[in-house]
């Protein structure tokens, strides 16, 4: 039976704890022991699946189709535990769950209520999976003291209390500012957030306090003192010059052996951090250096492409190479030469988005790359703006478009070079959708297979023909445009395992221009880069070599 970890926030939030629950479980794992991730989001929406991504960040896909908090992907880059949809929910799906219930009469007539009705489906939830690993780290979202979090807290302190004595600890990360005036790290803040975390019947055993500097010992008596929890439990989080660090830094705070200790896990098993030290060499040890654009319509909020940058940096540890990330906003292609602002890079990423805005700078960035030989990865949008640029400048289909964007405008502009997909197979299942159907959890999501030609460079790279890879995208390119676009040299070199849904997009006579239907971004991690990124970054090296 697992061991529980809670992990809650205070005093501000973004200040990582999603971070923080993934250091740990590597570090866990690096002890020998198995781990799963788990996040608890106290806002409305059924899932961040509608969300702008000015709003929440990226979605992250898992496996099985969810649509889940980007956090899930920090979990799978530090751990290699591939997410599942029951590894995140929110009060939207709780509530949502409860008042199905409630209609179908499963509460046989009773007054439905937070406590227990809200708490125990939470509780549920939290308990899923629990006899499959060692230890189950949640993460509840938001900052202790949010109104809309009180049912999560109320739902783990009950679930600490039916779980025998030591089964269960709690981590509260907060912060620890500095007043420059003064110089001095401030405990106030802290100390306020764990009195509020204690009147809702939660008492920490680990404190993570993240501070610009060191915490002296007199701070760090303090904090012990006042938030009434042992000195060596009192973790200091500085800021670091990469995320990959956070393992090896938490290791020589402590945090580890404090939370082995607050179960009484006696003796503590030895850490192996061989894998991380390797990850810290490979960042802070390049070998030499390259520049990518990213040309997206985000780009305002990097946290948009949270997976894409930390897959271009794995890419980047693979080649023994920094990769110095740009990012470009497409819009201002739309009416300009993108040769001044693209000129320099050594590649160039187009990756995912919705709706018109900023495509026509895609394309004119698509053509930059095909016509100037520079490497070139389009992921989901990014491929079907290489398909729409090579329709209209090569095989002459001028008015050559996507559905989508006449869809948005209301009336017919385009030739649909990419659909709406309508159906499609997913396992041994048909799927049917309608244009009007809801937005939520609608599209082509999770893991499907492809199957690669012989002889492509995608072939060459993943070493094989069949890959898997996650999907999130409601519109594909149309098939029927095949034979006339591979006429002109854009091999269609990957495609469903029916031949009916294109994947995977290549021209051949050019030394990268690779376009992906799928996210490749959402599987790699710092220990085992994504092929595809490991080898674009590779392409990149060997254009920087070259200018």
Known sequence: MARFIFITGGVVSSLGKGLASAALGALLQARGFSVRLRKLDPYLNVDP????????????????????????????????????????????????????????????????????????????????GEDEVDFMLCEIGGTVGDIEGLPFFEAIRQFSQDRPRGQCIFMHLTLLPYIKASGELKTKPTQHSVKELRSIGLAPDILVCRSESTIPDKEREKLALFCNVRPDSVIAAQDLKSIYEAPLAYHREGLDQAVL????????????????????????????KVKIAIVGKYTQLEDAYKSIAEALTHGGMANRVKVQVEWVDAEIFDTKDPAPYLEGFHAILVPGGFGERGTEGKIKAAEFARTRKVPYLGICLGMQMAVIEAARNVAGMKSAGSEEFDHEAGKKRFEPVVYHLKEWVQGSQRVERKLGDDKGGTMRLGAYDATLADGSRVAQIYGGTHIEERHRHRYEVDIKYREKLEQDGLLFSGMSPDG????????????????????????????????????????????????
């Open 49 to 128: 699946g509608t969300m702008s991504p000015f709003e929440h960040g990226e979605v992250f896909v898992t496996d099985d189709g969810a649509e889940t908090d980007l956090d899930l992907g920090h979990y799978e880059r530090f751990t290699g535990v591939a997410a599942r949809s029951t590894d995140s929910v929110s009060s939207g799906r709780i509530y949502s769950t409860v008042l199905e219930k409630e209609r179908r009469g499963d509460y046989l007539g009773k007054t439905i209520q937070v406590i227990p009705h809200v708490t125990n489906e939470i509780k549920d939830f939290i308990a899923i």
């Open 261 to 288: 200790d607050a179960f009484a896990i006696t003796p503590a098993p030895k850490p192996n951090l061989a894998r991380w030290e390797d990850v810290a060499d490979r960042i802070y040890n390049p070998e030499g």
């Open 500 to 547: 009916r849904l294109p994947e995977i997009v290549e021209w051949t006579d050019h030394p990268w221009f690779i376009g992906v239907q799928f996210h490749p971004e959402l599987k790699s991690k710092p220990f085992a880069p994504h092929p595809l990124f490991a080898d674009f970054v590779r392409a990149a090296k060997e254009t920087s070599r070259l200018v």
